[in-house]
């Protein structure tokens, strides 16, 4: 290309919409939107911060991070050169930008996401950034805006990049405690793990113009389905139809919406009559974080010990290494117990309970009251089936959001009647289907994620089969997560990974290896707190016996979280869902 053409191309770009040809000045003066068709062109996140804030006041916040490579993941490239490609090409350390500002004069803390670095994807050092903002935003008493644009979590970080939509949740809820606005606003895209945790579980959640926001893609949906998608899905207008936004607000307005929403808060109103902020009530838990200066965490009180990690935690090194892919066909195998055959053969007197109470009862997630040992417990569930027919009529045990809403109900219920709740995970992943999304998917398994890091009872996990991405762990953020000894649990299915990193599907056994996703490896990166051994014909060969380990396990996990009083185990929940933000802690458990 000679300097001449170069040049050109930097006076003038096309539009995406009407492909009509555009002075760039003239383009970003428009904020860049198209003057012809009003199609609204992503944008950088530092473009974006400086067409949102008052000039002057942004005062960004650091973005220095260890170096991060949690899982040592190699795809056809190692992750590190990811990495430093997508600095390189972006001038950013990560794929979001963090500041305090004013925006029309009200003080905000902001977190803006950029899909130019990496696709926006959400790894530990993003969520850690994410999560820091949010806690500056409680210190200061100032509301939080969110600006997403995010393919979903991180693949190359595996479970570890799923436990940060749980981190981020629970700084959210910890500013909805505190009656702080939280107010996201959805760019174009936004998708996966990010759509279902901080883009859609805050206070309010705009849409900008030409924004598409959904849990599953359309690409995914398309495949699963076999069928064309409606007209406008997952779009902004779309969106706001079915419920899922606020409004939908035009580039050029946003500015001004935000300002009118942040005017009507209580931190708005007092800073706007030059009052000082409502002091704290008392000391928010998130500030006793335990990974923040990469210290060891101090050893609990005594009550603590019931969530800190058991001497038996790595019951998985003595058993044969099993190749990872092996285990994801064990994981899966059809005779393998599903949570109806565990209700029977672990627990007594199982009561189900149903529905939602907004208009559904899902078959791929039971739930009720059940004894374990004489104790009253709430058990809740994904079902799969061991029969073409049952697997059908159960969905593969993909819930709707029908179903995390029916588990979200047995949840608050059971804090409210104080019983324990002990949730048994076995998914391919949530309901990748069309009315699964107008129905608010991404809300719905964000709002439980949130609701289950400020649970005010003990909650106990267990990945029994599959732990399938978001649709998991809209049911494992708990106290303690046991994980049985071939059961697999991971941020995207092997099949999914390699599809986007491998040239194509039948690299799926190398993806099952690079993810990290078997029981030992998860107990190492610190994600799962015991492996719960299987017999050595393995779950599917002889359930009674699987039965009567897992009994052994609950009990043992159980019992000594009853004695904790609830207020402690919220905050003790919230700082293993903490320690996730920064390597240190990786390397602290003994990765690499
Ligand atoms: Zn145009």
């Known amino acids: 290309m000679t300097a001449i053409a170069r040049r050109e191309e930097q006076l003038w770009s096309r539009c995406a919409g009407c492909a009509s040809l555009l002075y760039r000045k003239r383009l970003r003066r428009n904020l860049d939107v ?41 795809d056809v490239l190692p992750y590190p050169h990811r990495l430093t490609a997508a600095r390189a090409s972006t001038g950013l350390a990560e794929a979001v930008v963090c500041a305090t500002a004013t925006i029309g004069g009200h003080p905000v803390a902001m977190a803006v996401m950029d899909f130019r670095f990496l696709g926006g994807s959400l790894g530990c050092a993003v969520g850690e950034l994410i999560t820091r903002t949010a806690e500056r935003a409680l210190d200061d008493r100032i509301p939080l805006v969110l600006v997403t644009a995010s393919g979903g979590a991180r693949m190359q970080e595996g479970a570890l990049s799923l436990m940060q939509m749980a981190t981020v949740s629970q700084a959210i809820a910890a500013l909805r405690e505190a009656g702080l606005l939280t107010v996201s606003v959805l760019t174009d895209p936004t998708y996966g793990g990010v759509a279902a945790s901080f883009a859609t579980n805050t206070d309010l959640v705009l849409a900008e113009s030409g924004a598409r926001m959904g849990f599953a893609g359309p690409r995914v949906i398309r495949q699963v389905t076999g069928r064309a998608l409606p007209e406008g899905f997952q779009t902004a207008d779309f969106l706001l139809r079915h419920g899922q936004v606020d409004m939908v607000v035009q580039r050029r307005s946003l500015r001004g919406r935000l300002t009118a929403l942040l005017a009507a808060t209580r931190a708005g109103r007092a800073a706007r ?28 009180a005594d009550p603590a010990a019931a969530v800190a990690p058991s001497p038996t935690s790595e019951a998985g090194q003595t058993t044969a290494v099993r190749d990872a892919w092996d285990t994801v066909r064990m994981a899966r195998h059809p005779a393998r117990p599903t949570t109806l055959d565990y209700l029977d053969s672990v627990f007594d007197g199982f009561v189900e309970l149903h529905g939602d109470r907004l208009g559904g009862d899902c078959p791929a997630i039971v739930g009720g009251v059940a004894r374990l040992a004489g104790r009253h417990v709430m058990v809740i569930g994904h079902q799969k089936g061991h029969t073409t027919a049952e697997l059908v009529a159960r969905n593969f045990g993909m819930a709707s959001p029908a179903g995390h809403r029916k588990a979200l109900r047995l949840m608050r219920l059971a804090a409210r009647l104080g019983l324990p709740v002990v949730t048994l995970v076995d998914t391919p992943g949530a309901d990748p289907g069309v009315s699964a999304e107008e129905q608010g998917q991404a809300a719905a398994i964000a709002e439980n994620i949130l609701t289950l890091t400020v649970l005010p009872t003990p909650v106990l996990a267990v990945i029994t089969g599959e732990g399938g991405s978001g649709g998991a762990l809209a049911l494992a953020v708990a106290d303690r997560v046991l994980m049985l000894e071939n059961a697999v649990y991971s941020v995207i299915s092997p099949e999914g990974c390699a599809a986007i990193l491998w040239p194509d599907r039948s690299a799926a056994p190398q993806a099952a290896r690079a993810l990290r996703l078997t029981a030992p490896d998860l107990c190492r990166l610190g994600v799962v707190d015991e492996v719960v051994p299987e017999p050595s014909a393995a779950a599917h060969g002889d359930p009674a016996e699987t039965a009567h380990r897992l009994r052994a396990a609950l009990l043992a996990n159980l019992l000594p979280l009853l004695d904790v009083p609830p207020a402690m185990l919220v905050r003790l929940r919230r700082q293993r869902f903490r320690r996730f933000g920064t390597t240190r802690g990786v390397n602290r458990a003994g990765v690499r």
């Not at 609204?40 to 006041?57: F, I, K, N, T, Y």
């Not at 991060?68 to 190699?74: C, L």
């Not at 009530?281 to 609990?300: C, F, I, K, T, V």
């Open 34 to 74: 198209c003057p012809e068709c009003g199609e609204h062109a992503r944008l950088g996140a530092p473009e974006r911060l400086r067409q949102l804030v008052d000039p002057g006041s942004l005062r960004p916040l650091s973005d220095l991070l260890p170096e991060a490579d949690p899982i040592d993941f190699v």
């Open 273 to 300: 009559a030059g009052h000082p902020p409502v002091p704290r009530q008392e000391p928010a838990p998130h500030r006793e974080r335990l990974a923040d200066d990469g210290a060891a965490p101090a050893r609990p």
